[in-house]
């Protein structure tokens, strides 16, 4: 659970980071908003790389991220 405000890639810090063999595109963010599921896409590379750091939003309560293999 989130006990403080996180980015995207600081929870994937905390998480340890990405397995060797994941490439980080692909990943999504899972939220609900008024009654409804959107999915967020992430792309890991990017955010590292210093482009499109837009995408790397703020969690909210109740976000799932997924992060393929």
């Given amino acids: ?8 890639t600081k ?4 998480a340890g980071g990405l397995r060797q ?3 980080g595109k692909g ?3 899972i939220r609900t908003e008024d ?9 890991y590379s ?7 750091l837009g995408q790397n939003i ?3 309560p109740g976000d799932t991220v997924l992060v393929p293999e």
């Avoid at 659970?1 to 995207?8: G, I, N, Q, R, T």
């Avoid at 009654?35 to 792309?43: L, V, W």
């Fill in 35 to 43: 009654g409804k599921q959107i999915s967020i896409p992430f792309d």
């Fill in 21 to 23: 063999f994941v490439v």
């Fill in 27 to 29: 990943i999504v963010i």
């Fill in 1 to 8: 659970e989130l006990v403080e405000p996180m980015s995207v």
């Fill in 11 to 14: 929870l994937i810090a905390v």
């Fill in 58 to 60: 703020r969690l909210k």
């Fill in 46 to 52: 990017e955010v590292v790389s210093g482009r499109n």
